[in-house]
């Protein structure tokens, strides 16, 4: 009589590679992706100098690690770790002549509340939303500004807001998956430039990203 053990158990470990990497209660998910922000920028007025100019800010491309905690199979939470570096333009009249006015870097922490539809499955969507703290550090104003206005310092207001969120993952193998991602996060700041020729001028600037992200995530 043939042995059918052997194929019985090459069958079995076929089915374990093959397992989704579903997520489950106590799980740790880490994701590495490539992120692309780009703001949905409004802009007051350059007061009191140029109340009638305002600034746009450029799109930014970044590596982004993210941590997720599955509480249940069904709820996780995610923390975000990214860092991108943003310039400030003028858009019209005396600063849209001067061009790029100052640039920032941008570090974002954003805590998401997740509910992931089908935790078992090979392909697994999740909606999630929560809270963002956004930090502006090494501002700094352009040559072309410092030519027009003499030497100026950068400051850009702290920003407290919400987060939204919508992604999907898709298995390789057991223990690693394809994730796709898209964030739209609440900030707000005021940049405040103290100038030589024409003293302290402010902007509020409402960035309101959207943030895309596709990369590969592990299962712990």
């Not at 009249?93 to 920032?104: H, K």
């Not at 994730?179 to 402010?202: C, M, W």
């Amino acid at each position: 009589m043939m042995n059918f053990k052997p194929y019985f158990a090459g069958l079995v470990l076929a089915c374990g590679f093959a397992a989704p990497a579903s997520a489950a209660a106590g799980d740790t998910l880490i994701r590495v992706r490539g992120i692309m922000v780009a703001p949905n920028e409004s802009s007051g007025g350059i007061n009191p100098t140029f109340p009638t100019e305002k600034v746009k800010i450029n799109n930014s491309a970044a590596p982004e690690v993210d941590f997720t905690y599955m509480a249940s199979d069904n709820i996780g939470f995610e923390l975000i770790a990214a860092t991108t570096k943003h310039r400030a333009t003028g858009t019209s009249g005396t600063t849209g002549s001067i061009g790029r006015l100052a640039s920032t870097w941008v570090l974002p922490p954003t805590l998401t509340a997740q509910y992931h539809f089908a935790p078992a499955a090979k392909i697994r969507p999740y909606v999630g939303a929560g809270i963002n703290y956004t930090l502006f550090y090494s501002e700094k104003p352009s040559a072309a500004l410092e030519t027009a206005v003499g030497a100026t310092k950068v400051k850009m207001k702290s920003s407290f807001g919400w987060a939204a969120q919508a992604g999907i993952d898709f298995d390789l193998n057991k223990n690693m998956f394809l994730n796709f991602d898209v964030k739209y996060i609440d900030i707000r700041t005021t940049a405040r430039l103290t100038t030589t020729a024409i003293g302290v001028q402010r902007v509020k600037v409402n960035l309101n990203p959207i943030v895309v992200g596709v990369g590969v995530g592990f299962r712990l």
